[in-house]
């Protein structure tokens, strides 16, 4: 959908286009775009000549040297084209305006959701749609009317930004361009903002809708700012459009979630949910002792979650184990349960479709860690076990990350503590990407010695938590 920028250049543009012709005739193709009687709305245009243009939020106002205004709205897909009278009428055409210098402006919206609507010069501002428009940012000098709209707002911050009654102007593409400007994670409940990061929100809301304006806003799938012509914000975007590209701050990877049903990119390094507990990921190869570094974190105090366990119960359930069954045709299953022997050996065996299944898995593991973790209240600390913790990208929901390294003679010897068949489980953990994995962590315990030894260095850095 255009927002301010966007708008606030198609005004300009028509300012150029249109301003000082007459309309001479109104040829409505799609009364339902109209929100007046159609005859009325004809009617009151006809003779009217165009003498400026104004933007209230995202709405157009074409002004007339009668006690008029038009108001426009483009929502999802509107445009508006200078043609000739003599033009054929496209299938997306929903008004036209002919001029009295025989040319015409056609309203053409693909999705038809656009709305115009004449009303008087003296009262469109206090009467909807006008009147549940808040001020944009330029009109705004502090933030003290966010800060009264937001004070008891359990909804998320990007939620309350895209309430167009508080505060107009933004919507989906710039929000997501001020949050991170700001370093505020999109679900953060809006009663949280302290009136401090109130006032950046507002100042960034400015510099980047004011940066975007003087771009002639962004170019995004169907919008274009005028015929022929691209939106050069688009290549000024920091985080819209960029899932999975590295963060120009940190250089993490950004995710894409839906706030509210609304597409939401963001960094979850640089971003953090304030109202989520403190999250530790454990990760390291197999045998390095990352159970025993999570059963003395839960011995602090910290609420222990297991993927190996998920996946365990996940195995059960028929709905994972028909979605497994997908990728793998032979499974089998054993007493309600996936046999484990036989794809332990098959995964040995298919490499290839051990990758599609742990893609598979660690999107239903996450599916659990989010909501575990949204659920439990903040002043309860977590920690999370997963071997392949930077590989699933769960460590996107980690405050901190820890990496147990050890010996290779060491990890031989958990192993054949375990009765693990050595040579199979360094062959299934043969995709952990040890150095790399190593780099990332925040946190790296060589767990060469005993157990007194590792919770030594675990209380060092936990125990305050």
Request: some cysteine.
């Amino acid at each position: 959908m255009p927002e301010l920028p966007e708008v606030e250049t198609v005004k300009n543009t028509l300012h150029e286009l249109v301003h000082g012709k007459t309309i001479s005739d109104v040829k409505i193709i799609r009364e339902k775009n109209v929100e007046n009687n159609p005859e009325e709305f004809k009617n009151a245009l006809i003779g009217a000549t165009i003498t400026h243009f104004e933007r209230v939020g995202k709405f157009i106002i074409f002004h007339f040297d009668k006690d008029i205004v038009l108001i426009s709205h483009l929502r999802m897909e509107g445009k508006y084209f200078l043609k000739s009278k003599n033009d054929k009428i496209g299938k997306h055409d929903l008004v036209v305006f002919y001029f009295s210098d025989d040319t015409c402006l056609m309203y053409n919206d693909t999705r038809r959701f656009g709305m115009l609507k004449v009303a008087s010069i003296f009262n469109y501002k206090n009467e909807p749609p006008l009147s549940n428009v808040g001020p944009d940012p330029f009109m705004m000098s502090d933030a003290s009317r966010l800060e009264k709209a937001f004070k008891n707002k359990s909804i998320a911050i990007k939620t309350a930004l895209l309430d167009q009654s508080i505060m107009s102007g933004l919507g989906n593409i710039y929000v997501d361009e001020v949050l991170f400007a700001t370093a505020i994670h999109p679900e953060t409940p809006a009663k949280l903002i302290k009136r401090q990061q109130l006032e950046w929100i507002l100042k960034e809301s400015k510099r980047i809708l004011g940066e975007a304006c003087n771009a002639g806003g962004t170019t995004i799938k169907s919008y274009h700012p005028k015929e022929g012509v691209s939106g050069n914000f688009q290549y000024a975007l920091k985080v819209y459009g960029k899932k999975d590209k590295p963060c120009p701050r940190c250089g993490h990877l950004m995710r894409k979630i839906f706030v509210n049903g609304r597409g939401t990119t963001f960094c979850p390094k640089c971003q953090k949910n304030i109202d989520l507990p403190y999250v530790v990921g454990v990760t390291g190869p197999i045998g390095s002792g990352k159970s025993e570094a999570c059963k003395y974190l839960e011995s602090l105090g910290f609420l222990y979650l297991s993927a190996d366990k998920i996946v365990h119960d996940l195995y059960k359930d028929k709905k994972v184990q028909d979605g497994i069954r997908k990728i793998i045709p032979e499974l089998k299953i054993k007493n309600d349960d996936i046999d484990r022997e036989f794809l332990k050996n098959y995964l040995l065996d298919n490499p290839n479709k051990k990758r599609r299944l742990e893609k598979y898995v660690h999107s239903k593991v996450e599916e659990v860690f989010a909501k575990t973790i949204k659920s439990t209240p903040k002043s309860k600390s977590i920690v999370l076990e997963v071997p392949l913790l930077f590989e699933s990208r769960i460590d996107d929901y980690c405050d901190d990350t820890l990496f147990i390294d050890i010996s290779d003679k060491k990890q031989i010897e958990n192993l054949i503590d375990r009765k693990e068949d050595i040579k199979k489980a360094l062959k299934l953990n043969q995709n952990f990407n040890y150095q790399e994995n190593k780099k990332k962590a925040t946190y790296v315990i060589k767990n060469d010695k005993n157990i007194a030894h590792l919770n030594k260095e675990l209380s060092a850095i936990f125990s305050y938590k």
